[in-house]
Every structure is written in structure tokens, then in C-alpha cells.
């Protein structure tokens, strides 16, 4: 079991899994028991620490945050806003409106809802920072150390 945790250890692109850690933490307990069983100085207080309940909630909210960094949620669809200007022409394409679709015509016209579907489609394209020109090309190699620096206002460059 030591070769195994030791061949995890050593290997950082290794993956536990969802309940590696568990399992992991589990062999260790169980070792630790043998360790008991045999009377090893300082066996028993790993045991009682390793068992602790606190450490093992600990290990679930860890795998949790692991699960949800390797498999983070995509956005089901990434152009909210023009799904929305396009139920707002269906709606006013509809002979007679019932009391609902009215309601959802203003509801998706106001400034807040727009902004709000606007911010969702930027983050949903992860579009979070304006694209900057190339570097130029022209550019000396015999300087110790060049900034290029380049100002941007409103997605525009200066």
C-alpha cells in the first residue's frame, strides 16, 4: 500500500478519481491499525487523527472542489442575448398577445434584463479581456529590455 501512495505522490498528473482520497485514506487507516496492533509509539494518536470526522468531511468538500475544477459546468447555450431579441420578435409577430407574453415582452426589453443576458453571453464565450494587436515585428534585439505598452479604452485601442 506505501508503494502505491508513494507512486501517487510522485507522480502529480496522476488522477485519484472521486474517491481516490478516500481510498487513499482508508489504506492509511488501515495501516495505522496494523501499526496499533503491533504497539508502535505515536500509532494510536495517527489512528484517532486519521479517523477524525472532521478530516474526513474535510476530503469530501476536497474531491467536490476537485470534481468541479476538472468538470466545471459549461453554459447550456452562449448567446442569451439573441435568443432573447428573437422571442421579443416572436412575440411581437403574435396576433393577439395573452397577458404572459405581454409581461414577458417588457420583462426581456428592460435595460437591467439585457445588460444581465449581455454579461451572461461574455462569460459564457469567456470573451472576459478586449483582443490586443500583435507585437511588431520591427522591433530592435539589441536592447536589454523593451515594454510594449498598449492603452485600451471602451474595447478601442489608443
Known amino acids: 500500500m506505501r508503494q502505491a501512495v508513494e507512486a501517487q505522490v510522485l507522480n502529480p498528473h496522476c488522477e485519484l478519481g472521486e474517491h481516490g482520497l478516500r481510498q487513499i ?11 496499533v496492533n503491533q504497539d508502535i509509539d505515536g500509532a494510536e494518536i ?76 461574455t462569460v459564457a464565450q469567456r470573451d472576459f479581456e478586449p483582443v490586443l494587436p500583435p507585437m511588431p515585428e520591427d522591433l530592435p534585439d539589441d536592447e536589454e529590455a523593451t515594454r510594449i505598452v498598449c492603452l485600451v479604452k471602451n474595447k478601442q485601442p489608443l
Not at 485514506?25 to 501499526?35: A, C, G, K, M, Y
Not at 448567446?79 to 404572459?100: M, N, T
Open 25 to 35: 485514506l482508508t489504506d492509511v487507516i488501515e495501516e495505522v491499525r496494523q501499526s
Open 46 to 121: 495517527l489512528h484517532s487523527l486519521l479517523n477524525a470526522s472532521w478530516l474526513q468531511s474535510l476530503l469530501k468538500v476536497y474531491e467536490c472542489l476537485q470534481r468541479h475544477l476538472r468538470d466545471s459546468p459549461a453554459p447550456a447555450l452562449d448567446y442569451a442575448s439573441g435568443l432573447s431579441l428573437q422571442v421579443l420578435i416572436d412575440i411581437r409577430a403574435l396576433p393577439g398577445c395573452s397577458e404572459e407574453a405581454k409581461e414577458l415582452y417588457r420583462l426581456l426589453r428592460q435595460p437591467h434584463m439585457q445588460a444581465l443576458l449581455s454579461a451572461h453571453d
